[in-house]
């Protein structure tokens, strides 16, 4: 296995992104930041990338901000910067316009579990533990967390994994919705890929388009998300895609995507 920090692999027409530190397991200094960052880029630019699955080495997802480097600066705007440069990347993972699953295994821990939860889905080993470790250590909630963890959960739920900052198991994290499968540690990455693959005909610009209007459906009203829905589906009445896949309806034919059987 390369020595580099953040992997990038292809495995059919799925990006496989790999945080590579697992001797630290997994956890994010700056250098492993900005390979992440470059990561994304690279599979929402390329367009023979249809989906991504974002996992990490060594029997761990991520443990978080690698705390243990030093800095020279007053601490307040350090920390603010580095929040900014991190949301960043993170906003463009949770917007990228392809289905992203996140492969938990072992740990995913403070902004380890801010990550994991910027993918559309998450399927987790049995072995795994998400924890909101933040009250443990005197830090608030970072990279999201507030914004995501009561959308999945509910507020109340929300509060409750945040002050008790407790480990949760997989087949919690399962009941309440924070992962949508769990499944043994050896065959987490293979069925990761299996799922990530069902999108791999899919009309990607219409997944991606549903998948940024969806995103903001906790914060836009009801007229704007019409106003949204109208465009977007101007934009798919007009591409190739829409043409061929009406045709092949109308003549009876086998469909470009048939959809994907139930993906949980």
Known sequence: MSDSKVLFEMDGKTAVITINRPQRRNALDDEAKQLLADAIRRAREDRSVRSVVLTGAGGHFCSGADLSGEAEGEMPFLVRDALLGAHRWHAELMDLEKPVI??????????????ALGADFI???????????????????????????????????????????RDILADEALSIGLVQAVVPSERLRETAVEYARRFDNAPTHVLGMAKGIMNRTFE??????????????????ASSYNAEAVRRFFAKEAPLYPGAERLF
């Open 102 to 115: 996140s492969a938990v295994d072992g740990y995913a821990v403070g902004a380890g579990l801010s990550l």
């Open 123 to 165: 399927i987790a080993s049995d072995r795994a533990r998400l924890v909101s470790n933040f009250p443990r250590i005197g830090f608030a909630p970072d990279l999201g967390l507030m914004y995501i963890l009561p959308r999945l959960v509910g507020l109340v739920r929300a509060k409750e994994i945040v002050f008790s900052a």
């Open 220 to 237: 836009t009203d009801r007229n704007a998300m019409t106003q949204l829905e109208t465009a977007v589906q101007g934009l798919c009445a």
